[in-house]
Nanobody, 121 residues
Framework: QSQLVESGGGLVNTGGSLRLACAAS????????IGWFRQPPGQDREEVAC????????IYADSVKGRFTISRDDAKNTIYLQMNSLKPEDTGVYYC??????????????WGQGTQVTVSS
């Protein structure tokens, strides 16, 4: 069974850092496009970062540019999201998926359990 499992969330103070992990089982992340998403409390799910499958190009939401970094470790079959200079507005449940569009995943795939990130002010 193919699945992605998110981990690494937690409670951190403003300005702190966390590294989220997205581990794949049942399939390889090599050359796969992977996206990180988040759902703030009471809000819709939104795209945060995308890692292209062919050239490892990256795209970030304006709100996280310069603070978050998406990367892959093929040996561990895992995608990471390094989050620095965290702000209270980064609070939410973070998800990964083998696509970079919320709409696509909603329509054609499924979401995992996610990992909770809480940034205290």
């Amino acid at each position: 069974q193919s699945q992605l499992v998110e981990s690494g969330g937690g409670l951190v103070n403003t300005g702190g850092s966390l590294r989220l992990a997205c581990a794949a089982s049942g399939f390889s992340l090599y050359h796969r496009t992977i996206g990180w998403f988040r759902q703030p409390p009471g809000q819709d799910r939104e795209e945060v970062a995308c890692l292209g499958g062919n050239d490892d190009s990256t795209i970030y939401a304006d709100s996280v540019k310069g603070r978050f970094t998406i990367s892959r470790d093929d040996a561990k079959n895992t995608i990471y999201l390094q989050m620095n200079s965290l702000k209270p507005e980064d609070t939410g449940v973070y998800y990964c998926a083998a696509h970079c569009s919320v709409a696509y995943v909603n329509a054609f795939a499924s979401w995992g359990q996610g990992t909770q990130v809480t940034v205290s002010s």
